[in-house]
Every structure is written in C-alpha cells, then in structure tokens.
C-alpha cells in the first residue's frame, strides 16, 4: 500500500471551469460548490483570524484588500461583511480573467457595494505598484503551470504595499489529501465541484513545491501559516 503521506506525480488536466465554453450552468454549478465548500471548511472564517492575528489591536482604520483570481468573490464578500461588523472601512476589489465568472459574481454580491471587479490576469495585473494593504489569493495557485507560480507570487507582491499582508491559500498535494478532497466535494460539492475538485487536489502543489516557490521568488518574508484545515497550505506574512 502506498504512503499516504507521499506525494504522486502532480496532475495536467484542465477543470470545467478554465474550458472557455462548458456550459454556463456547468460554469455556475462548478463555481457554486467551490463557494459553498470554502463556506463548509470555515475558510472564509479562518482568512479573517489570520487577518485580526496581524492587525494591531484595536485597529479602526480602513483597508484596501485585493482578491486574486477571485471566482464568485465570496473571500472579497467575507471580509467586506468582517469590515461591518468590525467598523473597519473594507474596500475590496476582486480580481479575475474569465468574465462568465466575473457575470455571476456581481449577481452573487449585488448587496456588498464595498467590492469591485476587475477583469484582468494575474500576472499582469492593472493596478499600480503598492497599492493595496492585504493581497490575497485562494485555490487559484493550481490553475497556474508551475513555472507561471513564481511571477504569480512576484505579481501580487509587486501592487502589495510595503507592510502590507499577503495570504496565499490553495490545497496542497499528497496521496492522504486526494483521498479527503475527493471525499469532502462528495460530501458537500456540487456534481460539477466533484469533478473539478478531484481534477483540482491532483494538479495541486506538494509542501516541498510551495516551500521552493518561496525560495525562487525570493519573497522571504513569506511563511506557512498554522492552515484551516488538513488538506490546504496557506503562505502568510508582511511585506518589510
Ligand atoms: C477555483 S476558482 C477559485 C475562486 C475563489 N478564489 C475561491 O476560493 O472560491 C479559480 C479562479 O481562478 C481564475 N483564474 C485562473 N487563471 C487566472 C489568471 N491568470 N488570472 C486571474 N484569474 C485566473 C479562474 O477564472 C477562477 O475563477
């Protein structure tokens, strides 16, 4: 039996949802699940403990966040309604290439006026330099091939203010985790989710790929953060 704690060689399979013309329900649906499975994991929780853990107490200020690869912008909705709650004035623009997402995420946060939308890629982002306080980007990094990762992390650092956060989230392969995604999207995914999401786990990258994406990019200030829950990485840290 193999190690469930080795690593296979990583996947090449494109998901439903980068295929310029699946279905819109198929888009929808796929994107759906994606939502409500970070809503299930407590992932939306967890972005805003890592973000209280690094605010200085008592902050009442505002902040300026950008959401990479933002989907149906439920990461950007989530910390504007954190914002609310917490008199911290969140502005938040998401950022995404397809605009068929982008549609139905302004239909999804048609009541949270403090997000904006971008079309534009990741890698060529069309924001100035230091322009945001806290960069972020969730279960995008997968969809990238693996030489894109290191101008993807250079990218969001780039518009990232110096003393600004970055947190870079995405699953994180092994042979343990495919059994648990593969599990979880059955459990709580949509079908179009279940299939993407098994596509997803195994185009994944390993502990030792992320810890090397650090090396490469020469972003030392990033670190692994304690992640929400086992099947997922999350690199964290300021900009000095
Ligand atoms: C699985 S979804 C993640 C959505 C969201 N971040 C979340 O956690 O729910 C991946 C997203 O990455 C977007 N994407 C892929 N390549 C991109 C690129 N080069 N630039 C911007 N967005 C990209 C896709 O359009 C898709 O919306």
Redesign the pocket.
Known sequence: MPNPFSVPPRGQEPEA??HPDTHAEVLREA?RG??RL?RRLG?HRYLVSQLERHLPRGFGGSLNVL??????A??PEALALWGRRRHISVQAVG????PR?LAMAQEETREVPEIELVE????AMPFPDGSFDVVT????LH??PEDRIVPLLRSMDRVLRPGGLMLVGDLVRSRANIVLVDAACALWGTPAALADGKI?IRNAYSRAEFEAFIRDSGLSYLDFARPGYPTQVLLAGRKP
Not at 95 to 98: A, E, I, S, T
Not at 137 to 140: G, N, R, V
């Open positions: 949802i980068d994107m994606v939502k970070n992932y959401d990479v690869a933002t989907g149906l439920d990461i950022l995404d290439l397809n997402i534009g890629d990741a890698l980007t969730h279960l995008a969809h990238f997803s």
